[in-house]
């Protein structure tokens, strides 16, 4: 009986470990309703998690209710943990542009405010780098115009509420009539050709 539950032990851990990226990365993108950007995040192979929450600001520990009032500066976010051996910063930065509107800083859809304003938040210079060129890039392809997407380094994230993570998970109905409502992908369709 102990060797069975030792066996069982070691088993569940070599899973645990197998199923963790050897080396996580971090990433922080902001494209309007946090529920939306983290349900297209965490479809992309290599991203482990994406949670929802706020940056930008200049309150410690917003609440919902503060940032959604458009009283604190922050605009809602998502932090996108993935393995850089399965998806790299920059392919993220691909899947970002498609389901963003930077041609607005105060509104995404039919979210107005600055606290839904689009932005890319790097955690390092080689996130900046590649940021900057990947706007430069769109700026230069002249899909859009025009391209206004901030690129702000150095700000904390807070994690939102619980209820918002994995929201288009627990309320599959409510996000579905939300995004479908908010026009977001008539939007992206209009703007870049296709949607998820």
Not at 8 to 16: E, P, R
Not at 25 to 32: K, R, V, W, Y
Not at 83 to 94: I, K, N, R, T
Not at 105 to 131: M, V
Request: a negative charge; charged letters at 25%.
């Amino acid at each position: 009986m102990q060797r069975e539950k030792r066996l069982a032990m070691v088993t569940g851990l070599l899973l645990l470990l197998t199923a963790l990226p050897l080396r996580a990365e971090q990433a922080i993108f902001a494209s309007g309703c946090f529920w939306c950007t983290e349900s297209d995040f965490e479809k992309v192979e290599g991203v482990s998690e994406a949670v929802s929450g706020y940056i930008g600001g200049s309150v410690e520990n917003p609440s919902y209710h503060a940032v959604s009032a458009g009283e604190t500066g922050h605009t809602e976010a998502v932090r996108v943990e993935f393995d850089p051996a399965v998806v790299s910063y920059e392919e993220l930065l691909d899947v970002y542009w498609r389901n963003v509107d930077p041609t607005t800083d105060d509104r995404q859809f039919c979210d107005k405010g600055s606290q839904y304003r689009p932005g890319l938040f790097p955690l390092n210079d080689a996130q900046k780098t590649a940021a900057q060129a990947s706007k430069q890039a769109v700026i230069e392809a002249g899909k859009v115009s025009p391209v206004l997407v901030e690129i702000t380094s150095g700000k904390t994230f807070y994690r939102a509420e619980t209820y918002h993570q994995d929201y288009y998970k627990k309320n599959p109905l409510r996000y579905r009539y939300y995004r479908y409502a908010c026009g977001r992908d008539a939007r992206l369709d209009e703007l870049w050709g296709t949607s998820d």
